[in-house]
């Protein structure tokens, strides 16, 4: 320990001795450059100070580290949201996420029919029984409708046939345009009649039509055309007449649950006018159970020929009440 507080006094002396000075002076003690620690004062700014250290230069910073100026920065890509048709959907319309699903429009129906039946009879004294039966089919759009009905009566009274008739009737027609009252029809009547001057007669008609009344309530269309008839059996059998058509056809509403149905057709001879044809019906419907599409309906169907043999009337009435169900 001794020799070693000797060495450093000596080495204390000798730095003592060293001639260097600053110009004021004052002697600095040096040591080694171990030993050497940066001044907690700056030195004095004389360039010829050992201690003025050299001026630091800004480092530029490593390009590893840049960073670009926030403008030019790519925006971070949006979360994609998966499809509406890959979510779950709930019984009331609602997806899982929220989101409400638009009403999808209900189909449009272009077909409609209706089915009537009536029965009724009596036994004992007297043995009687009357079917009825009606069918109706029938197809609209914005531009054609086409309508087709059918009618069968048959009555007996003590096992013999009374009345047997049938009866169909189909119309196809064409608007002119979509604001257009003006339409063009195609009329197709097929009768049979067993106890008329004719078995079977069919009628074809070809004209115009012009909506007279058209609202929600009540529509009302008249007809004109030509056309001609035929008859098989009777006095006219294999007879082709031409004929000229007028007609006018009634529908209207009275409240929800009643309708009135009314059509109308008259066609005189062209070459004879005193030979002509009248076609008449009428019904009201009553709406029963609207859930089942249940309906009362009576009607009545009146057929008149001018010309007709001995043994028959010129006019036939059948009039009935059915249940009908609509689909």
């Known amino acids: 320990m001794i020799a070693a507080g000797i060495a450093i006094l000596a080495y204390a002396a000798t730095a003592v001795s060293d001639p260097s000075a ?19 004062n700056p030195p004095p700014t004389n360039s010829n100070s050992p201690f003025v250290q050299p001026q630091m230069t800004a480092i530029p910073p490593s390009p590893a580290i840049t960073v ?34 638009p009403a999808k429009p209900e189909p449009v129906k272009l077909w409609d029919g209706s089915f ?14 009357n079917f009825r039966c009606a069918a109706a089919l ?15 009566l048959r009555s007996t009274a003590n096992t013999v046939a009374t009345a047997h008739s049938a009866s169909l009737v189909a119309r196809s027609e064409w608007l002119l345009s979509n604001a257009s009252r003006w ?24 004209g115009l039509g012009y909506r007279l009344v058209k609202s929600e309530i009540t529509t009302l269309i008249g007809r004109f055309g030509v056309g001609f008839s ?19 056809q009634l529908e209207h509403r009275i409240g929800k649950r009643q309708k009135f149905l009314g059509a109308v057709d008259y066609a005189p001879g062209i070459e004879d006018y005193r ?33 007709a043999d001995e043994d028959s009337r010129p006019n036939d009435v059948n009039y009935a009440m059915m249940l009908m169900w609509k689909f």
């Open 22 to 40: 600053s110009e004021d002076g004052n002697k600095w003690i040096y040591g080694p450059e171990i030993w050497r620690l940066p001044p907690v």
């Open 68 to 101: 670009p100026p926030a403008e030019m920065i790519a925006p971070p890509k949006p979360v994609e949201k998966p499809p509406v048709t890959n979510s779950p959907i709930s019984l009331s319309g609602v997806l899982s996420n929220g989101v409400q699903l």
């Open 116 to 129: 009537n039946l009536g029965l009724d009879g009596s036994e004992g004294n007297s043995e009687a029984f």
């Open 138 to 152: 029938n197809r609209k759009t914005s531009m054609h409708a086409l309508t087709t009905s059918f009618d069968y």
């Open 183 to 206: 339409s063009w029809f195609i009329n197709e009547t097929v009768d049979y009649d067993e106890f008329n001057s004719y078995r079977l007669q069919d009628a074809t008609a070809i």
């Open 230 to 248: 035929h008859d098989y059996g009777g006095p006219e059998d294999g007879v082709v007449t031409p004929e000229a058509v007028f007609g006018l």
């Open 275 to 307: 030979h002509y044809r009248i076609r008449a019906q009428a019904a009201w419907e009553l709406l029963l159970d609207q859930d089942k599409n249940l309906s009362m309906r009576m009607g009545v169907i009146e057929r008149y020929n001018s010309v």
